[in-house]
């Protein structure tokens, strides 16, 4: 069987060691197609060049990786009609876990924090001594960690709005909708492609919650009947958060004096994994216990260390308007110095600019393409830097921000125009607070 595997990242790699080691392909007969000219597995084929991707056509099987939606190929095909013609041979490392997983499954998507949510829940049905795997979207391919022939009893997956959108048919036991903000809209070709994307699972889904916030949006699009089956949470009546305690129907089941982790937003996600203990009946203890010591992920609202008599405060998976504001918002007034990236997407940046007002955060350092947008939001009684050199940021921010105050690393959105992603970002403003 001719087979491609379209983009060859970290999940292409991983489905090439999975055929491979499954001896259910040949390498010779599997191709890598990739616009970069890369380094590939020996006895398989490369096709790389602008074109690439109207390959596609003489392969039996496309296999893609998860960021390759609908639309980036539909964007990339020399005529748009290809796609009808190929679109029935794509198949994908979610659909395979699909159309062979047997146990229980928890999926967890929203725009953001959907990552730290996916970690307690899963270090929960750990600490319960239950036999369950994670699986991150851009973090842990599903052929690395799932045993297929020795599946684990449940499965966390953040799942993403590109994995959702490809699917064909699918099921899902557990659903958990947070957050939903203008994102991603170049990949989908607009917002309401984004959400439509996103909400396939109210369509596939045994039980859902969905965070009252959600919920609003959510009703005020299209989907007010389908809502009507939901588990809200965040609000007052359900699973919630209100003086300092954790309530299930008003009920004080927890208490947060001992919760390690950051953000008052993370209380409302808390409410989530208390949902899920509530419903697979896992003692609330278990819990309590992850809660006690998990301080969160790294890169997201990351106490690096007190250097230069600074805190520094590495928060790079932040790529939304909404978590600089959340991130501003735990901090206050004591962030003196914010790493800033803008990009136009359908952002509302309103809300960081109202707080950077709020809590006096003198200090901007303004990456490509920031500095024809910011000026129009603030005045010259603030202190800029205008560059794209991580190294030179770090040092104007060890100048320039007051002893014991906080530069915060939030970006807001994300720094492709100058690295390849927030991997590298977080590495370079690492590397050089611990190095200038």
């Keep these: 069987m001719k087979t491609a595997i379209l983009w060859f990242g970290l999940e292409g790699q991983s ?14 007969d599997i191709t890598i197609i990739d616009e970069k000219d890369i380094q590939i597995p020996q006895w398989s084929k490369l096709i790389s060049w602008k074109l690439c991707f ?20 539909k964007k990339k095909l020399s005529d748009i009609d290809i796609f009808d013609v190929v679109k029935e041979k794509f198949t994908s490392q979610s659909q395979y876990f699909f159309d062979n997983y047997n146990g229980y499954s928890i999926w967890i998507t929203w725009t953001k924090w959907k990552s730290t949510i996916s970690m307690m829940t899963y270090l929960t049905l750990m600490e319960s001594w239950l036999k369950v795997e994670l699986v991150w979207n851009v973090w842990k391919p599903i052929m690395d960690v799932i045993d297929f022939t020795n599946q684990p009893d449940y499965v966390v997956f953040e799942i993403s709005s590109f994995m959702l959108e490809s699917l064909g048919s699918f099921r899902f036991n557990i659903w958990i909708f947070n957050t939903l903000f203008s994102t991603h809209t170049s990949e989908h070709w607009g917002f309401d492609p984004y959400v439509l994307a996103k909400t396939r699972i109210l369509d596939n889904s045994d039980i859902y ?14 989907y007010s009947s389908k809502l009507k089956e939901s588990i809200e949470y965040g609000a007052n009546w359900k699973y919630s958060f209100s003086n300092w305690a954790f309530c299930i129907d008003s009920v ?11 953000w008052e937003h993370n209380r409302t996600n808390v409410c989530s994994t208390l949902w899920i203990c509530d419903i697979l009946n896992i003692d609330f203890k278990h819990f309590r216990t992850v809660l006690e010591w998990f301080k969160g992920l790294e890169h997201r609202v990351e106490a690096l260390w007190k250097k230069h008599w600074i805190f520094w405060i590495n928060d790079a998976i932040a790529t939304t308007p909404q978590a600089t504001m959340a991130a501003l918002d735990t ?18 940046h309103s809300w960081v600019i109202d707080r950077i007002h709020k809590y ?10 920031s500095g024809h947008n910011i000026l129009e939001w603030l005045d010259n009684s603030h202190n800029y830097l205008e560059t794209r050199e991580m190294e030179e940021a770090v040092k104007f921010a060890i100048k320039h921000t007051e002893q014991s105050k906080i530069a915060l690393l939030s970006c807001w959105s994300p720094s492709f ?10 590495n370079l403003f690492k590397k050089y607070v611990s190095t200038c």
């Design 209 to 222: 919650l969905i965070w009252h916030q959600a919920y609003k949006e959510l009703d005020h699009l299209w």
């Design 252 to 262: 004080k089941v927890l208490w947060d004096e001992w919760m390690q982790l950051l």
């Design 360 to 369: 006096w955060v003198k200090n901007i350092i303004l990456f490509p393409d």
């Design 54 to 73: 109207d390959a596609i056509v003489n392969f039996d099987v496309v296999r893609r990786s998860p960021w390759i939606t609908d639309t980036i190929i």
């Design 417 to 426: 125009s100058c690295w390849s992603g927030f991997k590298e970002k977080w």
């Design 15 to 28: 489905t090439y060691k999975f055929l491979t080691s499954q001896q259910w392909v040949s390498p010779s």
């Design 331 to 348: 901090f206050k007034n004591e962030v003196d110095t914010l790493f800033y990236w803008w990009i136009e997407w359908d952002y509302d």
